[in-house]
T-cell receptor, first 115, second 112 residues
Framework: GAGVSQSPSNKVTEKGKDVELRCDPISGHTALYWYRQSLGQGLEFLIYFQGNSAPDKSGLPSDRFSAERTGGSVSTLTIQRTQQEDSAVYLC?????????????FGEGSRLTVL | GIQVEQSPPDLILQEGANSTLRCNFSDSVNNLQWFHQNPWGQLINLFYIPSGTKQNGRLSATTVATERYSLLYISSSQTTDSGVYFCAVRGLEAGNTGKLIFGQGTTLQVKP
């Protein structure tokens, strides 16, 4: 696609429910990143994919968070047993290069509200 | 890991004024980007500038990699320039897998 696409744009859920957030990167981009932005805060790194593998999962805050990427394209971030502190905007980015440099482009984000 | 500091944290300008935003980083980098986050939350790419100087209209940026800082210049500011400006870097340190580390941002308000 022309840009990074994320869905849903907004999600309201009840505490304890599971949620899935989807990211469709720019066509041909091999590197994919998930970040989280809490209200009024900066961006917090969650996980990085190169192809379908995730060499860096260091930012995932707990084992309730997981992510996968299939076909070197679409990625899904899953949050199990959601808590109120999970409320944030989840942003996905993609890049045509990884460790050697390359510009990241972000999607518009998925705003998650946990009641 | 690499540290990123932005200054000032907040800035209020009158329309038409010029400003300079600064980003300091603690280690060598192979990527530095400036973003503008608009009031709707969207991150807009301004510059990809690991070194050197670039200009785009009223905005320009300079990165001095050897001294570990970057500057974003906004000239003749407009109300639409309001929002949060983020600097983000990718460090060259061993073990870095390529993630961008973000500063805490500079919140700019341009008054008419």
């Amino acid at each position: 696609g022309a840009g990074v696409s994320q869905s849903p744009s907004n999600k309201v859920t009840e505490k304890g429910k599971d949620v899935e957030l989807r990211c469709d990167p720019i066509s041909g981009h091999t590197a994919l990143y998930w970040y989280r932005q809490s209200l009024g805060q900066g961006l917090e790194f969650l996980i990085y994919f190169q192809g379908n593998s995730a060499p860096d999962k260091s930012g995932l805050p707990s084992d309730r968070f997981s992510a996968e990427r299939t076909g070197g394209s679409v990625s899904t971030l899953t949050i199990q047993r959601t808590q109120q502190e999970d409320s944030a905007v989840y942003l996905c980015a993609s890049s045509s290069r990884d460790r050697v440099g390359g510009e990241l482009f972000f999607g518009e984000g998925s705003r998650l509200t946990v009641l | 890991g690499i540290q990123v500091e932005q200054s000032p944290p907040d800035l209020i300008l009158q329309e038409g004024a010029n400003s300079t935003l600064r980003c300091n980083f603690s280690d060598s980098v192979n990527n530095l980007q400036w973003f503008h986050q608009n009031p709707w939350g969207q991150l807009i790419n301004l510059f990809y500038i690991p070194s050197g100087t670039k200009q785009n209209g009223r905005l320009s940026a300079t990165t001095v990699a050897t001294e570990r800082y970057s500057l974003l210049y906004i000239s003749s500011s407009q109300t639409t320039d309001s929002g949060v400006y983020f600097c983000a870097v990718r460090g060259l340190e061993a073990g870095n897998t390529g993630k961008l580390i973000f500063g805490q941002g500079t919140t700019l308000q341009v008054k008419p």
